[in-house]
Each structure stands twice: as C-alpha cells, then as structure tokens.
C-alpha cells in the first residue's frame, strides 16, 4: 500500500435548491488509507458500546443517546490521522446561476465540490488520492468523471495520476462517510440557525469545543484539523 496515499470522503446537506433552508454545505473528512480499517473498526466499537448499531446519521441526535455523539466528537477531536473540511454556502437563493453555471444549479453543486476538495489535495503534496462521495442520484456519474479530470488538471497532473478514483457510494457502506454527515449535521444546524433540539445543540457547542472553532465563521486557510469557508453570494451577476 502507497504510505502517501490518502482517503478522502464526502457529503452535503441540503444541496437542492428550492427547500426550506437557505443553507447548503458540502464536507469532507480524509486520512492515511493505511489508517481507514482501524478507524472504521474504532468508530464500530463506539456504535457497539452504546448499541448504536444502525446507520450514524446526524438527524437520529436525540437525547437518548447524547453521549454516544458526544464520544465521536471526542474521538474524531483525538485522532491526529483524521482531519475534515467544509464549505459553506450562504443565501442560495441569491445564486445566480444564469451568470456563472450555465443555467444550472447542478454545475454549481459540482463546482463547490472542486473548491471543497482542491484545498485538501494541494496541501498534500506528493500524496495520491481516492476520493468517494455519498450518491446524489443516478444520472452524476459524467460530472463525478469530470470532477476528478478537472481537478487533476488544476494539479497539472494531465495523466490523472495521482487522483487515481473518484466514486460515488451510499452512506450504509462506509463509517467514515457517516461520520461525514455527522460532523456536516452539526455545521449545518449551526449556520441554519436552529434550536430546536437540546441534543444537537449541545453535539454542535461539543464541536466547537474541541476543535477550537467557531461553526459560523471560516477559520485560517492554512488550519488542517478542521478546516471550514463560508460563501457568501451576492445576487445576481455577483456569485
């Protein structure tokens, strides 16, 4: 196994346009590939502890069981190997995508996702990577193809190779892609302005804790832990 090669997996939430949140973020946690069975294994034993066996997914945060969420933020917070990014789009309904995506709100989708990874890839020079994002629906696999040429062009790595896959795969096949949307449910909670439940709040303020962060504004482009940008639009002819 390559030592430098790196795992990197995806999600976003509320990702279509005319919903109820104005809101839409896209995140992405990576580690050593070499280190993903332990982690994965690691994060199965915490489910087990807790007999939380089923699928970890940011809108099953209740009471019941706080401190099964509030160990993964410890235990993510711990681990040197596991670092997460997210970007963060504010009034998507000031999009304007007749200007800049084609008419599309899809190329913008993608195009946050080149944004979203290119910041992780350029910090990790000499690395190889494989890249697995949550399915969004059947008909991406051409963008997802495209996603990985122009993001090794952007590297001038004409031959693709050090991208060497991106894929699509569902949430229930991967621990570290749930953890994804765990860390991503607290972010988006945060920047919607909910209050809803006490639980999520409290996971959130956890967050926060831990990495030393605050949820609603981007930290240094340099920080690597846990690394977040918020994108502002500014009407039309503006984003």
């Not at 839409?24 to 690691?42: D, N, Q, W, Y």
């Not at 860390?183 to 988006?188: D, E, K």
Request: hydrophobic share 30%.
């Amino acid at each position: 196994m390559d030592i430098n090669s790196t795992r990197i997996y995806c999600d976003e939430s509320c990702h279509l346009l005319h919903d109820s949140s104005s809101v839409m973020t896209f995140g992405a946690i990576h580690c050593p590939t070499e280190k993903v069975r332990e982690i994965s294994l690691e994060i199965k034993s915490i489910k087990e502890k807790y007999s939380c066996v089923g699928e970890l997914k940011w809108t099953k945060v209740s009471e019941k069981n706080l401190e099964f969420y509030l160990e993964l933020i410890r235990y993510f917070a711990s681990q040197e190997c596991l670092n997460f990014r997210s970007l963060i789009v504010r009034n998507k309904q000031e999009l304007d995508h007749e200007t800049f995506n084609n008419g599309e709100h899809d190329n913008f989708y993608y195009k946050m996702y080149y944004y979203l990874l290119r910041n992780v890839i350029e910090k990790k020079n000499g690395h190889t990577f494989e890249i697995f994002l949550d399915v969004k629906d059947t008909r991406s696999s051409l963008k997802v193809k495209k996603l990985r040429e122009v993001l090794s062009n952007s590297l001038y790595d004409f031959e693709m190779s050090r991208i060497t896959r991106i894929q699509q795969i569902r949430s229930n096949e991967s621990n570290l892609v749930q953890l994804c949307d765990f860390l991503l449910g607290a972010i988006t909670y945060t920047n919607r302005g909910l209050d809803t439940s006490r639980a999520k709040i409290e996971v959130s303020n956890e967050l926060s804790r831990q990495c030393k962060v605050c949820l609603l504004e981007s930290t240094p482009p340099w920080e690597t832990k846990f690394n977040l940008f918020h994108f502002t639009p500014r009407g039309e002819g503006k984003c």
